[in-house]
């Protein structure tokens, strides 16, 4: 097929390795990407395109005879560009702009959850500084505060002290139309699972754990995401049927029955919760970095699924299959990230890092400038992918590689999927160094 791919990070780059790589088994893409990254731009075209422009989009997919485009980040899916390639009679992996408000505003997704009777935190929306207090006050410390808009990963904070969580809710209610979701407190791990629905049909893909705080041991302030690993050795085995009988499969019914049919991934975050799982939040799209581990493991061909999701064909699909092999991602981030960013670096060792066997590397804030030479432009800059006979070989790999990899100032994760991988590990040990708030250590 001829695949436009809408975005310009390491998900994006993710989603197109995967597709380039089918060329192994005899399927060839002829490959767009708006506006991509040099990463991307080694198995696709690029176009610069502004991504969150629905006519611009649109009229770069009629141009380039696109027959399937594949909308990456939530930014073009919340501003509309889905409804814009769809009425064009594209088809688009993608959810249009009313369905993608289960991700552009946490308040709906709420009302969309008690509707469909789906298990999650309790919550109080806000619009004032007094109903901030006073919801603090009901559910207590530790104290979960977030933006109900889009963040980029990092409108939640979760603290023990009230102060830094009513300067939280301040500033996002000091935003235009600004109101802040206030939660009562998760206990467990937390899991990430992707489902991919047609609007009726929904298939699940592999479970996944990411790591959102800068640091090692969960310290540091909320990122995107500073790694990942699948599959959860330590997870229930009944994990995934469940969340997609309780949690997915009601989420697409009730979105349907609104009129608003969801087509493409719903991202559950779930809490693994002493009462039995929990939604933290959902997202409208793969999640980064938990796609570049997930991805790593499909056998079923991703444009297959994805084009079936698309045309509302899923049922037919059948199993997907996967490699028994574990996925391990590192992310590589600039010098300040998450904070204020310098950007301009020089990379150099990413070509070493892939020659590592089982390893590759997925750009995310990356530009070449007039000399070509490699530099940063972001706060994640890199995703470092390995694929190993286990967790342990998967870390391993992973690691030798990024340690190729020299950029100023850079800073990663030396702990990710370092709980999992012990050989005789036990749940509890997986959840401390897991995602965001339910492991949160204070």
Request: charged letters at 20%; proline letters at 6%.
């Amino acid at each position: 097929m001829k695949i436009l791919v809408v975005g310009s990070g390491a998900r994006e780059h993710a989603i197109v390795h995967s597709l380039a790589q089918e060329a192994l088994h005899g399927i060839r893409h002829e490959l767009h990407a708006a506006p991509g990254n040099p990463g991307i731009g080694e198995h696709a075209d690029l176009h610069d395109v502004v991504a969150t422009d629905p006519d611009a989009v649109t009229a770069l997919a009629r141009r380039v005879g696109a027959e399937l485009v594949v909308i990456g980040p939530e930014g073009p899916l919340v501003a509309g560009v889905a409804d814009a390639v769809r009425e064009a009679g594209i088809a688009v992996f993608g959810p249009s702009g009313a369905a993608a408000r289960l991700e552009g505003s946490k308040a709906f997704a709420k009302e969309v959850m008690a509707a469909a009777g789906v298990p999650t935190a309790m919550a109080h929306v806000c619009t004032t500084t007094a109903q901030v207090a006073e919801a603090l006050d009901a559910f207590g410390a530790p104290y979960v505060v977030k933006d109900d808009g889009l963040a980029a990963g990092k409108g939640v904070v979760v603290t023990l002290d009230r102060g830094v969580a009513m300067d939280h809710a301040r500033a996002c209610l000091a935003k235009k139309g600004g109101q802040v979701v206030i939660e009562e407190f998760l206990d467990g791990p937390e899991v990430s699972l992707f489902c991919v629905s047609d609007g009726t049909t929904v298939v699940p893909l592999a479970p996944a754990q990411d790591f959102k705080r800068a640091f090692d041991e969960d310290r540091g302030p909320n990122t995107g995401g500073m790694g990942a690993y699948t599959p959860l050795p330590w997870a229930p085995e009944t994990l995934v049927d469940e969340v997609v009988k309780r949690v997915a499969q009601p989420t697409i019914d009730a979105m349907r029955d609104q009129g608003n049919p969801f087509v493409g991934v719903l991202y559950c975050g779930l809490a693994l919760t002493h009462r039995g799982v929990r939604v933290v939040e959902f997202n409208a799209r793969f999640g980064d970095p938990e796609t570049q581990s997930v991805l790593a493991r499909l056998v079923t061909p991703l444009s297959a699924v994805m084009n079936a999701a698309a045309r509302g064909t899923l049922a037919d699909l059948g199993p997907l299959r996967w490699t028994p092999d574990a996925s391990v991602t590192v992310v590589l981030a600039a010098h300040g990230y998450p904070g204020d960013v310098r950007t301009g670096d020089p990379i150099t060792g990413v070509h070493s890092a892939d020659a590592v066997p089982g390893v590759h590397v997925l750009h995310a804030g990356t530009v070449l400038d007039d000399d070509g030479q490699l530099r940063s432009a972001g706060g994640r800059v890199l995703s470092v992918v390995a694929v190993g006979e286990d967790l342990l070989d998967a870390r391993t790999r992973a690691y030798r590689a990024i340690e190729r990899i020299t950029l100023p100032g850079s800073h990663y994760r030396t702990d990710i999927a370092q709980a999992a991988a012990r050989p005789h590990h036990v749940q509890h040990d997986a959840a401390l160094t897991g995602d965001n708030y339910p492991a949160e250590r204070f």
